[in-house]
């Protein structure tokens, strides 16, 4: 079977997952990367079918992704950016010893709007990308990486940032990038929040115009977790605003300690 890249930065005490979001890779992390060196030991995954792990055939499934991850890492605190935050948390739930506290950073437990959620997209713009996906993937990957810009303080900057490192580690494979977009349709972790054991820190940006801020604060009072907000951030608050997601999750991890 092949597994998944992982790849060990940073020689500080706290171990770190860090898991990317759809169409990225480990790479994306960077900048936080760099700002947790000294803090943190960090294991920064490719998902199936992204970046380093492309040929991977573990399915792109949260608790086959996170049992993957958890028998390579050791006990750790997971932070999930976005798509990758569904993994963390079902591992956080389902993988019992791996996960020290969670980390959902710009990552919803309901991705889709419905009657009782108002913080979720339209359904139709998550069909209108499966089929675009289709036709033209680069290019569907394309505008959502302007979506995931959209908010920030510098959006032409971050959307290039973005796309430069969607494509530093090969394309992604569009089966699975469609996977990813079916995973984000269908998955809905509210009802589980409850039970959540491991400490949480929900990080949103304040000017995400993909996950509503407003569901991570829900999040985080259901699952009796903490709550942060990065100010002049969008989607991706660890670019541009490395120095602060770093402070926070500091803060978080030095009194789970």
């Known amino acids: 079977?092949?597994?998944?890249?992982?790849?060990?930065?940073?020689?500080?005490?706290?171990?770190?997952?860090?898991?990317?979001?759809?169409?990225m890779h480990g790479g994306i992390f960077a900048p936080l990367v760099e700002a947790l060196a000294a803090r943190c030991t960090m294991y920064v995954v490719d998902l199936p079918g992204h970046g380093y792990s492309r040929d991977s055939d573990i399915p792109l499934e949260p608790l086959a992704c996170a049992r993957a991850i958890a028998a390579a890492t050791p006990p750790a605190t997971w932070l999930g950016w976005s798509m990758g935050g569904l993994v963390a948390l079902a591992a956080a739930l389902d993988v019992p010893g791996a996960v020290h506290a969670v980390v959902p950073m710009c990552s919803t437990p309901c991705f889709v709007r419905g009657?009782?959620?108002?913080?979720?997209?339209?359904?139709?713009?998550v069909h209108r990308l499966a089929a675009d996906l289709e036709d033209d993937y680069m290019a569907t990957v394309e505008r959502f990486i302007a979506l995931e810009a959209m908010g920030s303080a510098d959006p032409r900057s971050e959307a290039r940032r973005l796309k430069e490192e969607a494509f530093a580690r090969g394309e992604p494979d569009p089966r699975v990038l469609l996977e990813g977009l079916r995973l984000l349709e269908a998955t809905d972790l509210r009802p589980s929040l409850a039970r959540l054991r491991p400490p949480s820190l929900w990080i949103a940006g304040r000017r995400d115009r993909i996950v509503h801020p407003e569901a991570m604060r829900w999040s985080a009072g259901t699952a009796h977790g903490h709550f942060a907000e990065i100010a002049h951030a969008g989607h991706a608050p660890f670019i541009g605003h490395a120095a602060a997601v770093a402070d926070v999750l500091t803060q978080f991890t030095d009194a789970d300690a």
């Open 1 to 23: 079977m092949s597994g998944l890249h992982i790849e060990t930065h940073g020689t500080g005490p706290v171990p770190l997952v860090m898991i990317h979001g759809w169409a």
């Open 115 to 125: 009657e009782d959620w108002p913080y979720g997209n339209d359904v139709a713009m």
